[in-house]
């Protein structure tokens, strides 16, 4: 069964870009993300550090695109029906 992939992220059905996780990877992933960004808010904001907090948050962000992007569907802009 090599050709047979699983997907974390499925790709949306309308637009550019990838849906809600449909494995436990993808949901740990994107639990992972949400705990840290939360982390971030907790000890970045309150000392007035907006700049680190951005940096942070972007940081943050282009890892979970990279996990999407390697671990989802192939991105390309959908119009609802499936190829």
Known sequence: MQGDKTYWFPAKRYGWGWGFPSTWQGLLVLVAY???????????LPQ?????FLLYAGALTAILVLVCWLKGEPPG?????RD
Do not use: D, E
């Not at 949400?34 to 970045?44: I, K, T």
């Open 77 to 81: 802009w959908r119009w609802g029906h």
């Open 34 to 44: 949400a705990a840290l960004l939360a982390v971030g808010v907790r000890w970045l």
């Open 48 to 52: 007035h550090h907006q700049g680190g």
